[in-house]
């Protein structure tokens, strides 16, 4: 039995195959894996040291404390800082000697300013906004920009970038509008020796007139699609599950009033189990209003009251369970599937939201199950 009473469980051998399905994708264009948000719920370090295996070129981050976690961790592979950085944490991130960008000329004056005379030069992308309207240069600033980093001396600019609003809809106007401005812009830029970067996943499954140097695929490298309507493409599937030991089992009469509030009442009388995980995991209240299931021994049954902080009962009519056994919440279980998707819709919101509300308390817990005919490393539990 699994030592905890819940758990995220990861398929490393699936998030290999998702890596290299992306990297056969794009074929020589670098990858950079977005990690942010502990790799979307999955767990950083862990999903860092397989994507260091798996020959992916950069590491995405969204603040200097998840680079700084990925560093002690023993990350060999550059990470490169997404969006605005602060002002305070200017000094750190130099000394951090990560990737980082520059959104606007008045974050490179301050960086300027800080740079010790002598220390090598910061690796940077000039982030340009073509259309998202959150961070970035607008794209008529651009060139003096560039010239004005040049001449501050103390910058190597690796790349320019920008980030799609829209790409989750195949052949959104708006989007071709925005591939169209940043590949003007490059246009512009002749001398230009850097890289160029624009694609997320949406970008990679539906445009690949975005991909440029090289790409950031997020939820696509997680298995998912950012659109519910989507279909994946062939090798890529999610690698995450969310389960949990039965904790409790009762038989309850009819007409009794089960968890807070007592918005549940049996209408007979009902085998009535609990399950260890509630909203301090990440497994929103709105999922009893939604009518959400878990699946035991492949087979759905429905959520039974309010979700508690720490639990929530099920109703297993007049089937069998024992405690101690194993419910999946989010994931495959036997012939049974509940999509992350489908827990989404039901929490009221999207698979970014989910994954990234996944409580820190839930152990991830790496599986590898080799796969036929394939080099592969050793297991690895954490
Ligand atoms: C989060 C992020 C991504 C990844 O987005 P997905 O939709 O998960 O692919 C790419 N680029 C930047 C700048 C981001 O902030």
Partial sequence: MERYPAWIEIDESQLRKNLRAIRNRIGKRLFCLPVKGDAYGHGAGAIARVAGEEGVDLLGVATLQEAEELKKEGVKIPIFLFGAIHEGQIDALLASGIEFTISSQYKAELVAKRVCPGSSKCRVHVEVDTGMQRTG?????????????????CFEQVGIYSHLASS??????????????????????????????????????????????MVRPGLLSYG????????LPGEISPFLSLRAHISYFKVVEPGEGIGYGHEYTTQERSRII?????????????????????LIRGQRFPIAGRICMDQFMVNLKNSEAYVGEEVTLIGRQGEGEIPLWEIA??????????????????????????????????????
């Fill in 137 to 153: 240069v607008r794209p008529e600033s651009l060139p003096s920009l560039i010239d004005r980093l040049e001449q501050l001396g």
């Fill in 224 to 231: 998912y699609c950012p659109n519910e309507n989507d279909r």
């Fill in 274 to 294: 609990t399950i260890p995980v509630g909203y301090g995991d990440g497994y929103r209240r709105a999922l009893w209003d939604n009518q959400a299931e878990v």
């Fill in 345 to 382: 819709r039901k929490s009221n919101t999207n698979p970014y939201e989910v994954l990234c509300g996944l409580g820190k308390r839930l152990p991830r817990i790496f599986r590898y199950i080799p796969v036929p005919l394939e080099r592969h490393p050793k297991s690895m539990c954490i």
């Fill in 168 to 213: 989750d809809v195949p052949e959104d106007a708006s989007t071709l509008r925005q591939i169209e401005c940043f590949y003007n812009l490059l246009e512009k830029l002749r001398g230009w020796k850097g890289i160029a970067h624009l694609a997320n996943s949406g970008g990679v499954l539906h445009y690949p007139d975005s991909w440029f140097d």
